[in-house]
Nanobody
């Protein structure tokens, strides 16, 4: 079992920055991937950024060059630094981890944090 607590959302003007945090507890050694998803009103949840246990990262095309995913292993925390924010980045952002189980990967989700970008 992995528990996730997110923080860092809020209201920011277009062009501004925010940093989201996702603190994990529990079986953190089993985490294979940590992902940030977002869901805007009326839209499907989309994958924004991912970081593997080996440190590899990947991003959605819409955020490449603006968002950076990173982690602090000592704090068991993954961050999403969001720069040059646009109104279309407005969404609820969710932290997700995929953790190794006995036979398969298990998904765990945070509670979500609202990001609102005003124009």
């Amino acid at each position: 079992q992995v528990q996730l607590v997110e923080s860092g959302g809020g209201l920011v003007q277009a062009g501004g920055s925010l940093r989201l945090s996702c603190a994990a507890s529990g079986s953190i050694s089993s985490i294979a991937y940590t992902n940030w998803y977002r869901q805007a009103p009326g839209k499907q949840r989309e994958l924004v950024a991912t970081i593997s246990s080996g440190g590899s990262t990947d991003y959605a095309d819409s955020v490449k060059g603006r968002f950076t995913i990173s982690r602090d292993n000592a704090k068991a925390t993954v961050y999403l630094q969001m720069n040059s924010l646009k109104p279309e980045d407005t969404a609820v952002y969710y932290c997700n981890v995929r953790a190794r189980g006995l036979f398969k990967l298990h998904d765990y989700w945070g509670q979500g944090t609202q990001v609102t970008v005003s124009s």
